[in-house]
Every structure is written in C-alpha cells, then in structure tokens.
C-alpha cells in the first residue's frame, strides 16, 4: 500500500469534491491497479489469537476455534420464465465463509466442492447471511434465513446439519444474544384492539438442549425498547437515542448514555469489563467512540476529532476519522433537482480508504496510518465495518454501480449481488480476496 499511497499523491489533490479531482483519482487509481493491483502473495503469519483479540466480542465479528466467520455473495444470471418481464436477469447467491486465522486459508461453510449453494433444495446452508450467534459447542450457531420472513435456523458444522428453529409469527425474528444455553429473541407483533392496530415487542428464547421456544413476556407498554445484543445474561438496548440496559424480566433498568446518534457500532471486551460503541451521523460528519465501565461511559479523545467507525484489538483501537470522498448522485435522487441538491443523496466514501491506530493505553497519543488506499474502494460503512486480526485488516469489498439516466451518471453502493472479503497484511502489504467461487 506504500506504492499505492506514493503513485496517488504523485497524481492527485484531494483538496475538493468536484468533477476534476474524480477525473484525477479514476486516472490515478487505474494505473495502480494495471502496476500493482493483482492478488500478492506473502507467507501468512498467524496472529497470538488470545493476545489479538481473546475475550472480545461485538456485532462486526464473529468468531469460535480460531475461524472467522461472514457472508459473502456473488451474482448470478437466472433464467425468468414467468410473469411479465420473461427472460434472464441478475440474481445473487450467498453463503457463509470462515478465515482460519491460525492458518491463513479460508472456505465456505459448505463442505461439498460441487455444491452450487443456489438453493435450499439444493445446499443446507443456503442463505445464511445474517449474522451467526455461536454456542457453547464448536462448530454450532444460530442464524437467519429469508423465507416468508426472517427464519432462525439453528447450524451443526461438526455434524453437517442445519434444521428451522423458529419461524416467526409475523416477519421477523430479531435476535438478541446466546446466553448459558439459552438463544434470545424479541419480535415486533401488530395486533388490531378495538379496531385500532397495536404494535407489541415481545421477548422469548430458544432452550438450546430441547429446542423448547418460551415467551418471556412483553416489553413494557408505551415504552419505546430496541435490544441490540446481549452480555451476562443483560439485555443492552436503545431507547430513543439512550443506551440503557436490563434482565431478561425487564426488570433492573438502568440508563447507560444518553447518546449523540444513536448506537452504531460496539464491541465489548471480557478482560476489562469494558464495552466499546459509537455514535455517528453521516450527513453532519460526525461521530464518536464511547467507553463504558464500572457504571460510567466517557467519550474518548482521539487524535482526530470526528470518528466515522473503529474496531479493536486487545491492545489497540483502530479508526477512521470522516475523510469523505465524493463519487457522485445517489440513483434514488434521479431526475429529481430538490434530491439531487441534497446531501443525503450524495454518495461518499467517507473513509477515504484510510485507517489509523493508537494504544488503547493512551488513546489520544499520536496515531499511526496503519492502511491507506487513497480511495480506491471504501474500507468500511455502517453495514460492512472492517476488523483487525493480528497484522491482518479484513474489510468487505463492496460494488460502486454506476447507471446513466437521461444522459447523467448516477451512482450507489451495491451489495445485493457481489460482496468478497478482502484481507490486507499491515506489516507486508499482501492483498488477498475472499470470494465465492
């Protein structure tokens, strides 16, 4: 990435967001890839995984045995043959990866090399691409997959099953958190009282040995209750813009942080006690990382004032501070001038492919730039956070479409049909993609 960040600096200003400088930066970006953007290759060294990041735990990463678990996705061409558009279209397939991170190689969850995964039919472990929530036993979590709505299924690695845990009663079954053998779950219920239609949250969970589903109850009325996961047998949930948390009764509420935004992002770390979030709002660039411990939460001083999104290891955050690149107007704003003008249709980068580090120690001493690609994909938004393993930046490689509408360029960030992992050495600059093959 040195050769990246000196070409890039040779060609390019990143001094403004017009049309001159994306001109700049598509040149610059193209003779990199033509010198040095193939795949290199570098002996993989494994990282001390219990001095890298043993006791963490957050809703960017999931990971038991040493495996690092995440979907990826890869388009395909599907032949329609009913309805009123007949013909072939682009669909997408996706399934669940894992890096081994002891030794560097990685593979679908699927182990049949001639599996096409296109279907459930076809391949058990179709479709699971919504997070996994491990249990105590290797190889065994519990996951979505779309059907009529959001299913839980429950996944078997050591014995090669996946079986339908619960089906939700309405569309979605939202979970929480795997807590001492048991899997969490609330749902949002519409019911119609005296004519009048009501929305209830209710609380329920899986008995892991039996299969058994339990309610445990409704979520207070009149409050306004979103769980976002679960630690030590507490529920932690969003409450308005508070942070608070709760026991699985609703009882022992108690208020964490009224936040900024909202809660973004958050890892949580066994060893300390300390839980990790941010709250970050994309159109007013700015965001923040938060410490919660010992019944207090603090914003944290970092060398860049305004934080987009982070990530942890055991001795050190790794950020990325609101540097935001411009690539164009979003397509849902086409045709419309009031849209176009608007900020909330305008697509960034808001990165600008940079990340940097400080010793969780001392998190406002001077930073490092620890990975810099100039711009040439985003290494993070909202929904595809990176993590860092070791001396290895994994981050998901997502698709910048571009479609012409009435003679203008219109752009989004895609990931409904292609979504590989990308993993970067830090220390050696090796470039390995992940991809569904």
């Known amino acids: ?52 990041v043993g006791g963490l ?21 599907v032949e329609v043959k009913t309805g009123p558009n007949p013909g072939k279209s682009r669909s997408s ?18 182990p049949d090399p001639l599996c096409t995964h296109a279907s459930p039919e076809i391949c058990k472990y179709y479709g699971f691409e919504q997070g996994a929530w491990f249990t105590e036993y290797t190889g065994v979590f519990y996951t979505y997959r779309q059907n009529k709505g959001l299913e839980i299924h429950r996944v078997d690695l050591q ?36 004519k009048k239609t009501v929305r ?12 058994e589903i339990t309610e445990l109850g409704y979520f207070p009325d009149g409050s306004e209750i979103f769980p976002r996961f679960m630690k030590d047998g507490k529920i932690y949930y969003m409450e308005g813009k508070t942070l608070g948390r709760m026991d ?11 936040t900024a935004y909202g809660l973004s992002h958050w890892i949580w770390d066994d060893n300390t006690g300390e839980l990790y979030f941010s709250s970050v709002n994309e159109e007013l660039l700015d965001g923040a990382i938060y410490r919660y411990a010992d019944g207090a939460a603090e914003k944290l001083v970092l060398p860049h004032e305004d934080i987009y999104t982070f990530t942890l290891t055991n001795d050190k955050i790794y950020y990325s501070p609101y540097e935001p690149l411009f690539h164009g107007i979003n397509i849902l704003a086409a045709g419309d001038p009031a849209l176009e003008a608007s900020p909330r249709y305008h697509v960034y980068d808001y990165t600008g492919g940079k990340v940097y580090s400080v010793d969780r120690s001392n998190p406002s001493a001077e930073a490092e730039l620890v ?3 100039g711009g040439e994909f985003p290494v993070s938004n909202l929904n595809h956070p990176y993590v860092v393993f070791g001396d290895y ?17 219109y752009v989004y960030y895609n990931s409904a049909f292609e979504v590989s992992k990308i993993r970067v050495g830090l220390k050696d600059g090796s470039y390995t993609k992940i991809k569904f093959e």
């Open 393 to 409: 930046l994994y981050m998901d490689e997502i698709e910048l479409t571009r479609e012409v509408i009435n003679s203008r360029e």
């Open 93 to 110: 397939v996706a399934a669940y990866a894992y890096a081994d991170l002891k030794t560097g190689n990685y593979a679908l969850i699927c």
């Open 371 to 373: 990975y810099d690609n």
């Open 159 to 194: 014995n090669n099953t996946a079986r339908l845990a619960y089906t939700p009663e309405q569309m979605m079954a939202n979970i929480i958190g795997y807590h001492d053998g048991k899997l969490y779950f609330y749902e949002s219920l519409n019911y119609t009282e005296d």
């Open 200 to 211: 209830r949250r209710r609380l329920s969970c899986i008995d892991d040995s039996t299969g």
């Open 248 to 258: 699985p009764d609703f009882g022992n509420r108690e208020e964490i942080l009224k």
């Open 1 to 52: 990435m040195k050769k990246l960040t000196a070409l890039l600096l040779s060609v390019l200003t990143l001094t403004s967001c017009t049309a001159g400088t994306e001109i700049d930066i598509a040149e610059g970006l193209e003779t990199y890839r033509k010198e040095y953007g193939t795949e290199t290759e570098a002996p993989y060294t494994a990282p001390d995984l219990e001095k890298a």
């Open 57 to 77: 735990s957050g809703e960017s990463f999931s990971i038991q045995d040493g495996r690092y678990y995440f979907p990826i996705r890869k388009s395909i061409i």
